[in-house]
């Protein structure tokens, strides 16, 4: 595609329920991060995949976070059991290589948790 | 764990001003890069810097890499309105390789008429 697309664009949850977030990266893109953005804060990495395999996950910040990226091209993230400290931003971002090379930032999912 | 740190964190100026961002990181960088984020939108690449002392111009908008690369920053000559936004630095994390990018804190910048 033209652009990293992310869906939804904003989303709602009650807390306790389970949500999950689709990111599209650019076509061809070898790396896929996710990062979290808090309100005026800068994006907090998450995790990152190299094609379908997840390299990094050092960032996810309980294990009710879970990214999977299974044929190298969609990745979703899924947060279960949503509190009210996973409100944020949700920041998909794709690069043609691994390292040293700008990454393309979709528009984001807005998760509110109430 | 390894920190970049910006400085201002907001930035107010008339149109036509000037207006400089620095970076600092706790670690040595590869390499750094810029981004600059719109209110609502999200972070849009401006440029890398890889060598030790570089400086790289994009019309009104210079960027210079330190000696030590742990430093860098964004001069904006003669500020508009379309420069409005948050800038953040950028570089490569220290754990699992260089893959994953840790941002600065961001400055936010607003432009009067």
């Known amino acids: 595609g033209a652009g990293v697309s992310q869906s939804p664009r904003y989303k709602v949850a009650k807390r306790g329920q389970d949500v999950a977030l689709r990111c599209d990266p650019i076509?061809?893109?070898?790396?896929l991060f996710w990062y979290q953005q808090a309100l005026g804060q800068g994006p907090e990495f998450l995790t990152y995949?190299?094609?379908?395999?997840?390299?990094?996950k050092s960032g996810l910040p309980s294990d009710r976070f879970f990214a999977e990226r299974p044929e190298g091209s969609v990745s979703t993230l899924k947060i279960q059991r949503t509190q009210q400290e996973d409100s944020a931003v949700y920041l998909c971002?794709?690069?043609?290589?691994?390292?040293?090379?700008?990454?393309?930032f979709g528009q984001g999912t807005r998760l509110t948790v109430v | 764990g390894q920190q970049v740190m910006q400085i201002p964190q907001y930035q107010h100026v008339q149109e036509g001003e000037d207006f400089t961002t620095y970076c600092n990181s706790s670690?040595?960088?590869?390499?750094i890069q810029w981004y600059k984020q719109r209110p609502g939108g999200h972070p849009v690449f401006l440029i890398q810097?890889?060598?030790?002392?570089e400086v790289k111009k994009q019309k009104r908008l210079t960027f210079q890499f330190g000696e030590a690369k742990k430093n860098s920053s964004l001069h904006i000559t003669a500020t508009q309105t379309t420069d409005v936004g948050t800038y953040f630095c950028?570089?490569?994390?220290?754990?699992?390789?260089?893959?994953?990018?840790?941002f600065g804190t961001g400055t936010q910048l607003k432009v009067e008429l």
């Open positions: 971002a794709s690069s043609s290589f691994s390292v040293g090379t700008e990454a393309f």
């Open positions: 076509s061809g893109h070898v790396s």
């Open positions: 995949f190299q094609n379908e395999a997840q390299l990094d």
């Open positions: 670690t040595t960088l590869s390499n």
């Open positions: 810097l890889v060598k030790s002392g």
């Open positions: 950028a570089g490569p994390g220290v754990t699992g390789g260089g893959n994953k990018l840790t």
